[in-house]
């Protein structure tokens, strides 16, 4: 394993097969520069090397990500300027995103307080995002004359159907964590004295299932949002195929012949 690289923006822990992601910048709120997004590239870029089999991604402080940090830059800055935006979002935001997509072992993303602009986009990336009752969730931009991006507007149509999804997008209102759960737009909210020790018993019990598996669903989901029935049951062949080669696969199998609790070891 090569050494962990190290950050100004976030932390990242890796205990056992649990890997923590903590944007860290609590003063702003986790406001997320350029920057961050490029730290956390190159975090996950490291990550399938160090042994995790799960990413928890959360927020230090009262805030998950309060979104793009505009303070500083001379009339709402740089990041609000087309030609800027624009530099930002192909540079560092947008292959940032495309990195936590292909990442080969389930993210959960732990919102434990405000999720807004580009942090909104992040926490909805997660394949459970699992949120104190505190929390919100909020598509900002329209309220400053920007549009969604960090791939909103390709993830809120799928996962709340386009009526939610332009509500949040054109009316720039807060959603709280319990109207979430009740959209489908994330997986749980739980009570805050609740959301470590369940986002714990979560991560644990994902870091205890076939990884390898698990990798193969995030990319055969994403694939299938994206082609024809039939290009998806070819698919699934073919990576039922790697999954059926698997030690966790041969372990399933015995497992259950013997009537035991498979032991699997993410290979």
Same mark, same amino acid.
């Given at each position: 394993?090569?050494?962990?690289?190290?950050?100004?923006?976030i932390?990242?822990a890796?205990?056992?097969?649990v890997?923590?992601?903590?944007?860290?910048?609590?003063?702003?709120?986790?406001?997320?520069?350029?920057?961050?997004?490029?730290e956390?590239?190159? *975090?996950?870029?490291w990550? =399938?090397?160090?042994? $995790?089999?799960?990413? %928890?991604?959360? #927020?230090? /402080?009262?805030?998950?990500?309060?979104?793009?940090?505009?303070?500083?830059?001379?009339?709402?800055?740089?990041?609000t300027?087309?030609?800027?935006?624009?530099k930002?979002?192909?540079?560092q935001?947008?292959?940032t995103m495309?990195?936590? *997509?292909?990442l080969?072992m =389930?993210?959960?993303? $732990?919102?434990?307080? %405000?999720?807004? #602009?580009? /942090?909104?986009?992040?926490?909805l990336?997660?394949?459970?995002?699992?949120?104190?009752?505190?929390?919100?969730?909020l598509e900002?931009?329209?309220?400053?004359?920007?549009?969604?991006?960090g791939?909103?507007?390709?993830?809120?149509?799928?996962?709340?159907?386009?009526?939610?999804?332009m509500?949040?997008?054109?009316?720039?209102?807060?959603?709280?964590?319990?109207q979430?759960?009740?959209?489908?737009?994330i997986?749980?909210?739980?009570?805050?004295?609740?959301f470590q020790?369940?986002?714990?018993?979560?991560?644990?019990?994902l870091?205890?299932?076939?990884?390898l598996?698990?990798?193969?669903?995030?990319?055969?989901?994403?694939?299938s949002?994206?082609?024809?029935?039939?290009?998806?049951?070819?698919?699934e062949?073919?990576?039922?195929?790697?999954?059926?080669d698997?030690?966790?696969a041969?372990e399933?199998g015995?497992a259950?012949?013997?009537?035991?609790?498979?032991v699997?070891k993410?290979?």
């Amino acid at each position: 394993m090569s050494t962990q690289p190290s950050f100004e923006t976030i932390r990242l822990a890796v205990d056992g097969a649990v890997a923590t992601l903590t944007l860290n910048r609590p003063e702003r709120l986790n406001a997320a520069p350029p920057q961050m997004f490029g730290e956390i590239r190159t *975090a996950l870029q490291w990550l =399938p090397g160090s042994g $995790a089999r799960v990413l %928890v991604i959360t #927020g230090e /402080g009262r805030a998950f990500c309060s979104g793009a940090d505009l303070q500083g830059r001379a009339l709402a800055g740089n990041l609000t300027r087309g030609a800027g935006a624009f530099k930002a979002l192909t540079e560092q935001y947008g292959p940032t995103m495309l990195a936590l *997509a292909e990442l080969p072992m =389930p993210v959960i993303c $732990a919102v434990n307080g %405000v999720a807004a #602009g580009i /942090g909104a986009s992040l926490a909805l990336a997660g394949d459970f995002v699992v949120a104190a009752k505190a929390a919100y969730f909020l598509e900002a931009f329209v309220n400053i004359g920007l549009v969604p991006d960090g791939g909103a507007t390709w993830m809120l149509p799928r996962l709340v159907g386009k009526a939610r999804a332009m509500q949040m997008m054109m009316l720039g209102e807060r959603i709280p964590a319990e109207q979430a759960e009740s959209w489908g737009l994330i997986y749980k909210a739980v009570d805050d004295a609740e959301f470590q020790g369940q986002v714990a018993a979560l991560a644990q019990r994902l870091a205890n299932a076939p990884t390898l598996a698990l990798g193969l669903i995030r990319k055969g989901v994403a694939r299938s949002l994206q082609q024809t029935y039939a290009e998806t049951l070819q698919m699934e062949a073919a990576h039922q195929h790697v999954a059926g080669d698997s030690a966790d696969a041969a372990e399933g199998g015995a497992a259950f012949l013997e009537k035991r609790k498979p032991v699997f070891k993410g290979e």
